[in-house]
């Protein structure tokens, strides 16, 4: 079976620009979370969602986005962009009823 | 709220050597307890878990005990190899919750 798979790869951007990042889970897997991991850190907790609702959110600002579509497909997008922004975003996928959460090898977010 | 703490790398080891990285957690309550793995250029993988108290997960050699009375949950291994070179992330879920909070991570290198 596929992992959970993530789109694109590598992505450059200028400042005040806008990116949406694509993340399709692993089949079965309804609950899709995304984290933002800054070179040198841990990743950090952005958004869950599940049956295309947001069920959680961590501490990023509004310019911070996201949606699940139908077929738990989800979509990342970050609006004005600011170089702090630079940074690998993961994508996480877990089948209901199982608390292990399976990582893309995520998208790597460069601004300019 | 809740964090993770882990001892901070390089952690630089010849091969055979006995491995340990720390980690502390802060939660409320029974959270569930994970390592996670990064190889250079991959995404993060489950390494393992425990989700109670005195639990023990183990997988590739390495192990990990829950424990409560200490609030830690520190990775070992017998007799690391050069290919165990990596980036290890202790994480917490706060029970009921996808959401993950990791650790900043702790590098490993492990020379011949």
């Known amino acids: 079976d596929a992992g959970v798979t993530q789109s694109p790869t590598h992505l450059i951007k200028t400042r005040g620009q806008h990116v949406t990042l694509r993340c399709s889970p692993i089949?079965?897997?309804?609950?899709v979370s995304w984290y933002q991991q800054v070179l040198g850190q841990g990743p950090q907790f952005i958004f869950q969602y599940y049956e295309k609702e947001e069920r959680g959110r961590g501490n990023f600002p509004d310019r911070f986005s996201a949606r699940q579509f139908p077929n738990y497909s989800s979509e990342l997008n970050v609006n004005a962009l600011l170089l702090g922004d630079s940074a690998l975003y993961l994508c996480a996928s877990r089948l209901v009823g199982n608390n292990e959460q399976f990582f893309g090898p995520g998208t790597r977010l460069t601004v300019l | 709220g809740d964090s993770v703490t882990q001892m901070e790398g390089p952690v630089t080891l010849s091969e055979e050597a006995f491995l340990t990285i720390n980690c502390t957690y802060t939660?409320?309550?029974?959270?569930?307890l994970f390592w996670y793995v990064q190889y250079p250029g991959e995404g993060l993988q489950l390494l393992l878990k425990a989700t109670k108290a005195d639990d023990k997960g183990s997988n590739k050699g390495f192990e990990a005990t829950y424990r409560k009375e200490t609030t830690s949950f520190h990775l070992e291994k017998g007799s690391v190899q050069v290919s165990d070179s990596a980036v290890y992330f202790c994480?917490?879920?706060?029970?009921?919750?996808?959401?993950?909070?990791f650790g900043t991570g702790t590098r490993l290198q492990v020379f011949p």
């Open positions: 994480a917490l879920s706060p029970y009921n919750t996808d959401k993950l909070i």
């Open positions: 089949s079965g897997h309804k609950s």
């Open positions: 939660a409320t309550g029974y959270p569930s």
